[in-house]
Nanobody, 125 residues
Framework: QVQLIESGGGLVQAGGSLRLSCAAS????????MGWFRQAPGKEHAFVAG????????YYADSVKGRFTISRDTARNSVALQMSSLKPEDTAVYYC??????????????????WGQGTQVTVSS
């Protein structure tokens, strides 16, 4: 059974930092694009960041460019999202996602095949 398990969420003050981690099991995702989405109350899943299946390219939503960094550890079958200079508008449930083998990174959530259960990030002002 494929599982993506996020960790690292929590409550932080504006301007602070958090590091989210996503551990995958049940399948090796070394050739899969990985990404992070977030969902704020009353809103749909929004693309945050993605990393190509070979780890050579990263992509970010305009709202997080320069503040968030996505990385992957192929040996540990995991992906991380380092978040800095957090703002109250970053408050959301953050989800780890994996696409299809050798496919691209897409902002459309429907293009991603595997999802974690989500971790809450709350940024207080």
């Amino acid at each position: 059974q494929v599982q993506l398990i996020e960790s690292g969420g929590g409550l932080v003050q504006a301007g602070g930092s958090l590091r989210l981690s996503c551990a995958a099991s049940g399948r090796t995702f070394s050739n899969y694009p990985m990404g992070w989405f977030r969902q704020a109350p009353g809103k749909e899943h929004a693309f945050v960041a993605g990393i190509s299946y070979d780890g050579g390219r990263t992509y970010y939503a305009d709202s997080v460019k320069g503040r968030f960094t996505i990385s992957r550890d192929t040996a540990r079958n995991s992906v991380a999202l380092q978040m800095s200079s957090l703002k109250p508008e970053d408050t959301a449930v953050y989800y780890c996602a994996a696409g299809r083998a050798y496919s691209g990174v897409y902002e459309n959530a429907a293009r991603w095949n595997y999802w974690g259960q989500g971790t809450q990030v709350t940024v207080s002002s």
